[in-house]
């Protein structure tokens, strides 16, 4: 009620729908009238109407979303990335994702072997007092006829990337960026085209991890297990290879079907680590490059000035800085998500608590490098 009864009335005599009116003296706006293209903010002299962008509108950082017809928020999905931002934003739980919790729970009950490709940034998710043999209890449980640690993708991925650095930077090209985030993939070849050749050739570690699982058991339906919502756009590009994606939140939903709860597990569940350090340190800021940079120096190279960045705003302009030659860099790792993985948009745990139970994890593991995981040699 900022209105400061002017006389001029130029909000309503600029409204090209007559959505403004004056009632005792006051602009009134008719909001079933009204299309929020924001003309009357623009001539109010008192600045006395705000213009409040939707909460979905202002989550993109791209521009994805848009308010169209009958005032209704549309998403251009040659735009999207699926990041989620807009998911997470929404008040009223508008947006969500297609979720795949019935077929994964049919397969399943038809007895396929049904096998969990777990992402390292599980850990500290349901809580610090959850450990991992716990989950994978639940998991096994649950009916996943295995649980596998998708560090060891992360590991592989490493080590190909690497490889791949070190035959094209500098001969071929002046960076290359890396390929582990959906969302920044597509980021790149929606807003920065002309640098959609500098991505990274290497699969990510979902699909390498599944790609393992395939050649052990060329029949068993993979589901991965993580806090991305652009995983699945990527699993339905790769369906010969990755089957199904569930979120965190999905796991839990079906977990709370079964009555199956994580801290009723006796932890006594043993599985294998084969994953390194750096590998399962993926999801967390700068944990590519970082795995990248070391298993590139174990080869005998140099990654000349990494560069990190997450959120797609500074994504999208570091890259845009490095195609035009004004960031000097030969490797960039990019995340939609802010925080890294540990913060995905399906993500159930404040990712302060699961960077610290990752960090411990990732510290515990009995392999310190990419290369010196089994997978990998």
């Known amino acids: ?207 390498t991890c599944a790609e393992l699982i395939k050649q052990k058991y060329p029949y068993a339906v993979t589901v991965f297990i993580g806090p991305c919502i652009a995983k699945k756009v990527e699993a339905r590009e790769h369906r010969e290879t990755i089957n199904y994606v569930l979120t965190f939140e999905e796991i839990m939903c079906m977990l709370e079907g079964k009555d199956i709860k994580f801290a009723e597990m006796s932890g006594d569940t043993a599985y294998e680590r084969d994953a390194s350090k750096l590998g399962l340190s993926f999801p967390l800021t700068a944990g590519v490059s970082a795995a990248v940079q070391d298993t590139v120096a174990a080869m005998g190279g140099e990654v000349h000035n990494a560069q990190y960045c997450s959120g797609l705003d500074k994504c999208r302009d570091t890259v845009k800085a490095a195609t035009a030659g004004k960031l000097d860099c030969s490797y960039i790792e990019g995340m939609a998500c802010s925080n890294g993985c540990i913060d995905g948009p399906a993500a159930v745990g404040d990712f302060h608590i699961t960077k610290v139970a990752l960090t411990k994890y990732a510290s515990a593991a009995p392999n310190k490098q990419a290369a010196e995981d089994k997978h990998t040699k």
Not at 107 to 119: D, N, P, R, T
Not at 166 to 182: D, H, I, N, R, Y
């Open 1 to 207: 009620d900022m209105c400061r009864h002017c006389i001029t009335h130029k909000c309503m005599n600029n409204c090209p729908k007559k959505a403004i009116s004056i009632i005792q003296d006051r602009a009134f706006i008719d909001k079933t009238k009204c299309i929020e293209c924001g003309r009357c903010k623009q001539m109010c002299p008192y600045g006395a109407i705000i213009e409040i962008h939707r909460p979905c509108v202002r989550a993109c950082a791209i521009g994805a979303i848009s308010i169209g017809e009958n005032r209704k928020a549309v998403i251009d999905h040659e735009k999207c990335v699926s990041c989620g931002a807009c998911r997470n934003a929404c008040p009223f739980g508008a947006i969500d994702e297609r979720s795949n919790i019935i077929r994964v729970i049919r397969e399943i009950q038809q007895g396929k072997q049904v096998i969990a490709l777990v992402a390292p940034s599980i850990v500290g998710q349901y809580g610090l007092k959850i450990t991992m043999s716990q989950i994978y209890e639940a998991l096994q449980k649950a009916g996943f006829a295995e649980v596998v640690e998708v560090g060891v993708g992360a590991d592989i991925t490493s080590v190909k990337e690497a490889e791949e650095y070190l035959e094209k930077v500098p001969a071929k090209q002046g960076f290359m960026t890396s390929s582990c985030c959906p969302a920044f993939v597509k980021l790149i070849k929606t807003q920065v085209p002309e640098a959609a050749d500098k991505i990274s050739d290497t699969p990510s570690p979902m699909l």
